[in-house]
């Protein structure tokens, strides 16, 4: 498993607030050129909770809450 930093920012943020696929990779330890989506479906990290399918882009976001709790889980975060 990659070093987790959790940074101070994530334990202000609101629950209900989101963290885009460039801050989960990051914090989760992984290269700013890994693809997110590719790291999902390896299972490699949780799956994003909203995405968005426009034709020009396909934005991974994942809600502060339940990337706290993922984060809760792997032991990195009380």
């Not at 209900?16 to 050129?33: H, P």
């Not at 882009?57 to 889980?73: A, I, R």
Request: net charge positive; glycine share 6%; proline share 5%.
């Amino acid at each position: 498993m990659k070093q987790i930093t959790i940074p101070s920012y994530l334990k202000t943020l609101p629950g209900d607030a989101y963290l885009s696929a460039s801050e989960v990779m990051k914090i989760l330890g992984y290269s700013e050129t890994t693809s997110a989506s590719f790291m999902v479906k390896q299972g490699l990290i949780p799956a994003p909770s909203v995405r968005c399918l426009s034709a020009s882009h396909k934005n991974m976001m994942w809600k502060v809450s339940e990337f706290k709790e993922y984060l809760k889980q792997l032991g990195a975060m009380q």
